[in-house]
């Protein structure tokens, strides 16, 4: 079974910025597209940022749209987060995402889609 391996994750103040990055603990294993998602302490998951390799195409949530950019490599199927101007509300474990089937840009805000998790990595906000 393929993992998903995050890193990247820490302790900031806020307006500072942290990189994420996440890959595939098998190399040959190909995605057609990553997502990040995070999940604050008494909240539901919510969708962060995505990447379609077909398309280039990158989808955000309102909330960090302008901050936060998602990039990645498709050929080593490795994903990054990088994340400026960070807030304490951006305080949340960060979860990367992986697709291998076909998946519409409707669908990629969308967990359940997603088939493969990794185990999270946690950013702290401080104020």
């Known amino acids: 079974q393929v993992q998903l391996v995050e890193s990247g994750g820490g302790l900031v103040q806020t307006g500072g910025s942290l990189r994420l990055s996440c890959a595939p603990s098998r190399r040959t294993f190909s995605t057609s597209a990553m997502a990040w998602f995070r999940q604050a302490p008494g909240k539901e998951r919510e969708f962060v940022a995505a990447?379609?390799?077909?398309?280039?195409?990158?989808l955000y949530d309102d909330s960090v749209r302008g901050r936060f950019t998602i990039s990645g490599d498709n050929a080593k199927n490795r994903v990054y987060l990088q994340m400026n101007s960070l807030k304490p509300e951006d305080t949340a474990v960060y979860y990367c995402a992986a697709d291998n089937g076909v998946i519409t840009r409707a669908a990629m805000t969308r967990g359940e889609v997603y088939d493969y998790w990794g185990q999270g990595t946690q950013v702290t906000v401080s104020s």
């Open positions: 990447i379609k390799w077909s398309t280039s195409s990158t």
